[in-house]
């Protein structure tokens, strides 16, 4: 094992009805309030009456921003940080997905500064202090609900970066699977692949670990087990129970014990995809995982062979790749950029993108060659 | 699943030389310590000095109470609490075992007050603030380093109890593979059957958690697949590393996800063996463990032959608690009260113990029948 610290002091409620909580546990910080949040989805779902009753309860004054897109901008974070600053408020609150949680961790930070959040991207400035940020989950995807890390995207500077910091922790997360309930079938998918690939990236990452590669597998046959059955019985609560919890787990911490860190390699590809083409980030990583693989079978064999035994009952690495391409065609989720309606005539561009990225893994390093390759391996093979 | 919290505020530093961090994490609490150890052991194997140098380093003011038992009892946390009261200590460093650190943890919330600790345990009065505690972990076991419960025993009242509370959490845990290496066979092999049974009564406990199960049996098989080699080779690091992570992981809260809490029958009935004849808490779960299971057997057949299929590739419950009989010898745990000296003759005193402690479950309640039964499958079988 590497050397390392086990850290996570975000409370987590979670089960059916636990929003009843909600209210007290917001007055403990105040009752001034930024309610963050995205789409019209949790008008029209009922969650945000819900919420919108408990801050009643406690006699809050709330301030909205509900503006943040399902790929975050550097902009709608800042304005929302300014509305926060200006009023004062005690508490932040996320109702979301991935994009406004980490939308929120980010105004949370800012909101007792005066310059941009890109700054906190770019390194040129380091947070000190945040506004507590609670949150409810709407989407079982990103674990954003119990980990430090956000990502945020930048169109002037052509970047879409992954970035964390001690102080961005929520202070509680808030997860009843009903509100995933009306989740649509494709981005129910894509939160499935998105947990998948989260384990993955940690089991890539430096360090012979061995509890914490068991409980990678572990998470990862509960995607297996229960995702294909969701995707077929959207409404079933036990199964949006076990798709939520195994989201939370394959991105607090506990697959990271004894590592260094995760790789991340596919993630920094998969954000570029984004980034250029505006694709779900679930969406992404089922493109750039059998790649990545394909290009490191004769670098971690046995890694990925491993794997393979784990999970599919397969013997060799080529067979782990093509089960993994399987499932994630299972799911429905897209293998080849053409999927997603990317063309041959993107490559160049691509290609600049990755490169100005300084797409790499952290444990495996990417070289511009290998990236090249990954590339060519996104699109189908030609004969 | 049922509704479920997950939180764990504890920072655990873990691996190789880690210690050189506990000077400087001390210090942001402030520099008046009360040092609270056991047996002069940490004096010899050069713990205790390691330690000194970082209180050293701070020009900590330190308050020494080394009097700690292995079944610890409320006398020496009073007299230690004093210590800290009369002395005003910023912060509670513990240095040692699962008694010790047990002990620093009520030590930590009755500083505060003035009266006895025992009154937490019985029920006549609630904490409400703590002196943070600061522990370093010398034997890999309990799982007391990363959670907020605590045992004490009390001779006055023949009570030897269990309890928690929030504030009990260690601020900061330091887990160095290296000082467990002078760990005596026995020792070791008693913290490795304390984890495989706290995994037990965890999986035991009232919720259908597939994840959790998985996260059980992960840990239980990290056990069994380290730690009869850690037997054949104490001065391991690797292996020493790999029980002491997987003894951490096994109590502290990953396990208890989806459910209402653990079974914790078995402890009950250990507690009250260790509390009569002073046997160490391991080894009164060995002897425990497979006379709940036969009980049990009926009344929940397809929870234990799942352990059995998972942990040993058997198919019947019977089966399965013969292996689970044959790995605790393997490790050379007792699995009958005669293996640690008690005969028949203490049969009474033990039931009359067990039904004054009121040794039950908290999910599958054991009745006073059950309690005479589970004794007696205890001793050895007579035909």
Redesign the interface.
Known sequence: ????????????????D?ISDLGKTIATFGNKVLLVYGKNSIKENGIYNLVKTQLKSINAEVFEYGGIKSNPVVEDVDYAARLGRNNNVDVVLAVGGGSVIDSAKIISISIPVSHSAWDFYSGLKKPSKAIPLVAVLTLAATGTE?NPYAVLQNHKTKQKLGWGNQLCYPKHSFLDPQFTVSVPRNYTTYGIADLVTHCLEAYFGKGDA??SD??VI??I??AM??GPALLQDLKNY?LR??IM??A??ALNG?TM??RTGGDWGVHDIGHVLSLLYDIPHGASLTIAYPAWMKIMKDRIPERISNLGKELFDVDTYSETIIRFEEFFRQIECPVRLEDVGITIQNREQIFDTLALNKASGMNHKLSTDDLKVILDLMYTERN
Chains 1, 2 share one sequence.
């Open positions: 094992m590497e050397n390392f610290i086990l850290y996570n002091p975000t409370k987590l409620h979670f089960g059916k636990i119990m061995s509890l068991r409980i572990s998470i046959k509960e087990d229960y036990e129970e076990k919890y195994a939370t787990l506990i014990a004894g």
